[in-house]
């Protein structure tokens, strides 16, 4: 196993888990209040992320991304309409689900081919798809923090630097 995969997807997870936190703190409509930015609303970036996380899931499980593609397509607006701990819970399922698959791999590093309806082929790993997965929150969850200075409220650290201060 790969002990920086694992570190940085638990970062991810503790990340994620700051910043539902933070949004618990605001009223309640400031998550699908709408604002001018790439997402309309802090629900649909929430909603984004956990769906790609549950797409790679899948992927690195054995599903085609066109399958998973499918899969998030279907419950997309469902879950824009939750509130912050309808996500909080499903997050917190899903990572269980993430740390059950790593700690089960004999090789994080084995070769999987990935199949993208719009760019190709990729050969990568389990390793890598998950370090995607940490990158892509990391990059949604800036556009949370700058959502929420729109909205005239603050945001909380949640950088990489920080988890390892408090770890």
């Known amino acids: ?3 920086s995969t694992i570190k940085m997807y638990d970062y991810h997870v503790w990340a994620n888990g700051v910043i539902m936190n933070r949004l618990k703190e605001l009223p309640q409509e400031i998550y699908h209040k709408e ?11 929430m909603t984004h992320i956990y769906l790609v996380d549950s797409g790679w ?11 998973a593609f499918a899969s998030a397509n279907a419950v997309r607006e469902e879950l824009e309409a939750n509130n912050i701990e309808e996500m909080e819970t499903l997050f917190f399922n899903l990572s269980e689900r993430y740390k059950v698959f790593i700690n089960l791999q004999e090789d994080l590093e ?12 990729l050969e990568t790993s389990p ?4 370090l995607h997965v940490v ?7 800036g556009n949370v ?11 909380v650290m949640q950088d990489y630097g920080l988890y390892l201060y408090s770890h």
């Open 145 to 155: 923090a700058t959502m929420l200075r729109q909205l005239g409220h603050t945001s």
């Open 57 to 67: 899931f899948d992927i690195i499980s054995g599903k085609s991304m066109k399958e």
């Open 110 to 121: 084995r070769a999987i081919v990935v199949d993208n309806p719009y760019a190709g082929l």
């Open 1 to 3: 196993m790969t002990n």
């Open 127 to 130: 390793s890598e798809s998950i």
């Open 135 to 141: 990158t892509h929150g990391s990059y949604h969850r």
């Open 35 to 45: 604002v001018l930015n790439g997402f309309s609303s802090i629900s649909k970036v």
